[in-house]
């Protein structure tokens, strides 16, 4: 099958979840044996295709987003829906000239809101059904709409989901989501989870260096990976540290990312009294990161709002024990005293007994060590993810036959 995806972002410009989930689905499908052409905008200007994993990429130029902004939405001025739009505009533009170089594509397949006026202009244009995975919404991310520029992403987000012949989203949270929000028909909806890369641990010797920059010998390790915006949640881990230390005084906790929270997240682990113990390192490479979770005794997530939560699943993927908020995507994830431990998402106490009981109980890390890999590699690798979509596409090209296009 020759499908054509557009996506915000795509490795290695990665700001978030959504380019990490992209890149999986892609590299599986290539896997398959389809033609897989992925359409991306960079803010490194346009690049001309090349393969990379079996699969086709295709750059798009579009501005950097100011570091006070958040790419996904929630909040911003202005300025953050002209590159915003800008970059939807780019995609489409680009993703007409690759899609009318060769072959018909079979599919189109967006992802988000940014690409939702490309994927609407694209099939159109070409004739060509639209599948469009929905991976958060603007009013889950920001409880709400408080804004006539939330508002506006909200209708985009909608547009998307009345343009598309199917609509995927990563867990039955967000299929309630949208059915709520959007007045989405059920029976239009395809609920298939998002998947994990196998593990790739880097050299011992290069974990014991990095382990070393944040806890000494003896002492404990706890790590937290992702944007650092405020549906994260990192605002409650910094404030169940000072319950942590309590009983485990000689945890450390390294808090890996970067978003427009950074400054208020500093600011508080300074009035907590807890910044010798808090490392913010900014942004990391995928190595650093294998090797702080290696190097981990837990990793920790504490979302407000997660539609699925990618983070926990490489953490489990790695036999590191984790511990989420029971909310959205990672409730569905996480099986309580098995794979993780659940907690009550928005709440400092709850966290802190997560976070110490895993910390205190040798016996439960040895469970959740054994367990976490098992589940990843039988729920979620990325092959049975891609087999789930490719039945999607074929049950939209059979629908799509019967119906003609005016």
């Known amino acids: 099958m020759r499908v054509l995806m557009l996506s915000y972002e795509y490795p290695p410009e990665i700001v978030g979840g959504l380019g ?33 994993d079996g699969v086709v990429v295709s750059r798009s130029a579009r501005t950097a987003f100011p570091e006070r902004l958040d790419p996904y939405g929630s909040g911003g001025d202005s300025d953050f829906l002209r590159i915003a739009m800008e970059a939807n505009f780019a995609l489409a533009t680009r993703g007409f000239a690759e899609a009318t ?5 079979d599919i189109i397949h967006a992802h988000d809101w940014h690409s939702a006026f490309a994927a609407k202009s694209l099939k159109h244009a070409l ?28 209708e985009i987000e909608w547009m998307g989901t009345y343009e598309a012949w199917r609509v995927i989203c990563c867990s039955d949270y967000m299929s309630d989501e949208l059915r709520r929000i959007f007045s989405l028909p059920q029976d239009k909806i395809d609920v298939i989870p998002n998947g994990v890369d196998p593990a790739i641990m880097p050299e011992q010797k290069f974990v014991n260096e990095v382990r070393s920059q944040y806890a000494g010998s003896g002492e404990r390790l706890v790590f937290y990976v992702g944007r650092l915006v405020y549906e994260k949640g990192v605002h409650v881990l910094l404030s169940s540290i000072p319950k942590v230390l309590e009983e485990v005084a000689n945890a450390r906790f390294v808090i890996a990312g970067d978003g427009y929270y950074a400054g208020v997240l500093r600011e508080k682990a300074e009035k907590l009294g807890i910044g010798g113990y808090v490392s913010f390192t900014g942004r990391i490479s995928d190595r650093e990161r294998d090797a702080l979770y290696a190097s981990a005794d837990v990793a920790v997530f504490p979302s407000l709002y997660e539609p699925f939560g990618i983070v926990a699943l490489e953490g489990m993927a790695r036999g590191i024990p984790v511990v989420v908020s029971d909310t959205g995507g990672l409730g569905e994830v ?11 998402s928005g709440d400092a106490d709850s966290l802190a007994w997560g976070i110490k009981r895993i910390l205190l109980d040798e016996s439960l890390r040895t469970r959740l060590r054994e367990n976490g890999p098992t589940e990843v590699r039988e729920r979620f690798s990325w092959d049975r993810v891609a087999d789930l979509i490719f039945g999607v596409y074929r049950r939209v090209l059979g629908d799509a036959r019967s119906v003609p296009w005016s």
């Not at 398959?32 to 393969?51: I, M, N």
């Not at 170089?101 to 594509?105: A, S």
């Not at 996480?334 to 009550?344: A, C, P, Q, S």
């Open 127 to 154: 004739k060509i059904p639209l599948v469009f995975t929905v991976h958060s919404t603007e009013h889950g991310r920001n409880r709400g709409i408080h804004s006539d520029l939330q508002r506006y992403i909200h």
């Open 101 to 105: 170089r060769g072959e018909p594509y």
């Open 20 to 52: 990490a989930a992209v890149s999986g689905l892609a590299r599986a499908m290539a896997r398959r044996g389809d033609h897989v052409h992925v359409v991306s905008a960079s803010s490194t200007g346009d690049v001309a295709s090349e393969l990379l």
């Open 334 to 344: 996480v099986r309580h005293e098995e794979t993780g431990l659940k907690v009550y």
